[in-house]
């Protein structure tokens, strides 16, 4: 009701790369995927909320059978709450825009993970070519002149000073998803002022953090003849304005129904045992993520093998599962990244496991949201240790996995989320006997504890939900529409 009346009936356009609904064939027919994304997580419930048209990149293998002539299908299934437009990228487009510009470019550029950014003449022209084509579907969804258009992180920095263009009175607002490093690093990038050029035609540009934001408003005045009001939070560039300002993104609250369905915590905890052959008296800790080398899987690794080597009387009680869903596989950073996390699992569990134990687990493939958080509801530890995340919404579903106020959230620092959730066991991943002590504090954390900093988490997602982060977002856009149509009559 409250995003209905900020919008008081404005149109809404979300363009995003990854779709949230994936039709695929199945063995006995289409069926419909959710895929591992944080965007999807948090913008989904905003669309159902708001409806509206939401535009992304068809990547599924029955996404064509299922649309109408406009390319358009209504989702959810069965709830028809808004439209999913697809656009379909060649072969070609993807691999340029999308594999090379986005992921080996800017992905690396942004994230501190020491993984060196790839930047390819041909992958920026894509890129350049992929967010024409976006903005140029934005235009054509347009009833009015100005409706409100949520742009979705960094497969989209040019596409807002291009829908712009088309469309001077719509108002923009472009979420970048992940962090934004210092002008020194962003500084290496060749494109640096079309990038952030085509990011200045936002309304407003929010990131999770004030860090994020206070980067981005340093590189601006590094590179470009742009006014900033630090005050304000505003840059003025080619006599138009745009506010940048922090939104820390979230998930929903109360958790979606099919979550509530899962019964009771010691049901959930059954079915997870019985299904890996754990010991009742296991200590279980998990971690989500998909294979990416941002999250800090390897370090987790060398962490929970610490902890067994400082710890021996763990050794048969205390098992790791990590759920990694393949990502972005046809990179050869990403290919490498898996290999060398299967080889360490292999290791690790040669040194420690023994007939009917295996310290870890390692289940690579995707899980759907209903099976991570029976697995969340089933484990005692969550272990979230990215070396670089903008927000990281795996820690918040733990924390609305746990209606029991049990359960240890083991958080790296260098994730947005640590700022918000500070009763997590707060690490640095890079230092492996901090990691290791985190894990032995929360195997052996009495349960008032647990229950004390998991009530207190529960409360910040709670009253900090991703209702919100876009209630937020558009009432900053409101005030601002409002704003500009009393300076024009002046
Ligand atoms: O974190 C950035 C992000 O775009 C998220 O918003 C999303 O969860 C993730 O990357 C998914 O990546 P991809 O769409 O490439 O699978």
Redesign the pocket.
Known sequence: ALLHSQLSGDQVIVVS??EPYIHEHGENGVVVRR?A???VTAVEPVMRACSGTWIAHGSGSADREVVDAQDRVAVPPGHDDYYLRRIWLSAEEERGYYFGFA?EGLWPLCHVAHVRPIFRENDWETYKAVNQRFADAVVAEARSEDPVVLVQ?YHFALLPAMVREKLPQATILTFW??PWPNPESFGICPWRKELLQGLLGSTILGFHTRFHCRNFMETVDRYLEARIEQEHSTISFQDKETLVEAYPISIEWPAPATVAGWGPVVDCRQRVFARLGLAEDTCLAVGVD?FDYTKGILERLNAVERLLEKHPEWVGRFVFVQVAAP??SSLEEYRSFQDRIERMSQRINERFGRPGYQPVHLLAQHHEPEQVNELFRAANICVVTSLHD?MNLVSKEFVAARDDEQGVLLLSRFAGAARELTEALIVNPYHVEETADALYQAATMPSAEQRERMASLRSTVHEFNVYRWAGHMLSDAARWRLRARVEARV
């Open positions: 790369n990854r895929p994304s944080g965007l992921n992180d998803h992940i998909r990502t972005r903008g």
